[in-house]
């Protein structure tokens, strides 16, 4: 079974910036793309960022598109989510996971944790 490890939140204020970082167990991630999601309190969970299994190709939701970066290191087996600008409505857990295909807004895999990034205003 796949374990991931995300890490990296915390509490900033509005307008500053976090780095969140996602492990997976053994190479779990090889040959995936991987991606970012998040779920805040009483909403559904969304897709933020994906990126290919080369790294060359990315993709972000319209809420975070100029403000977030996705990128991943292969040889560690680690995605991560540059996080700028960031609001109040940003507030939320942070899941990373595997995706069967580029263009899929989810995954049907086992989730991890998540990290909570808290944003005040």
């Known amino acids: 079974q796949v374990q991931l490890v995300e890490s990296g939140g915390g509490l900033v204020q509005a307008g500053g910036s976090l780095r969140l970082s996602c492990t997976a167990s053994?190479?779990?991630?090889?040959?995936?793309?991987v991606g970012w999601f998040r779920q805040a309190p009483g909403k559904a969970r969304e897709y933020v960022a994906v990126?290919?299994?080369?790294?060359?190709?990315?993709r972000y939701a319209d809420s975070v598109k100029g403000r977030f970066t996705i990128s991943r290191d292969r040889a560690k087996n680690t995605a991560y989510l540059e996080m700028n600008r960031l609001k109040p409505e940003d507030t939320a857990v942070y899941y990373c996971?595997?995706?069967?295909?580029?263009?899929?807004?989810?995954?049907?895999?086992?989730w991890g944790q998540g990290t909570q990034v808290t944003v005040s205003s």
């Open positions: 053994g190479r779990a991630f090889s040959g995936r793309p």
């Open positions: 996971n595997r995706l069967s295909d580029y263009w899929n807004d989810f995954s049907e895999e086992t």
């Open positions: 990126i290919s299994w080369s790294g060359s190709s990315t």
